[in-house]
């Protein structure tokens, strides 16, 4: 029962680190602005990474959500804008 809780809040962590990038991601999503991507994409990448430790999928899902929609972003505007 433990573990299981435990993979539970390591959920609730990368969920919580996905909700700090989302804003950064949806300000990058803003012409000129774009470069604020560059934050997104480390921060994304690294709750994926923390929903990668629990044994649930919501979590890492999300976070992969905010990376791909950084990543079109940025590829979209060259990598600059």
Sequence with gaps: ????????????????????ALP???VGLIP??????YVAIPIALFGALVG?????????NFNIIVLIVALIRLIL?????
């Design 24 to 26: 950064v991601a949806l």
């Design 1 to 20: 029962m433990f573990p299981r809780m435990i993979g539970f809040l390591v959920n609730i962590i990368s969920i919580l680190i996905g909700l700090v």
């Design 52 to 60: 990668l430790l629990s044994g649930h999928k919501t979590g890492r």
């Design 32 to 37: 000129i602005l774009g470069i604020a991507n």
């Design 77 to 81: 505007g060259h990598g600059i804008l």
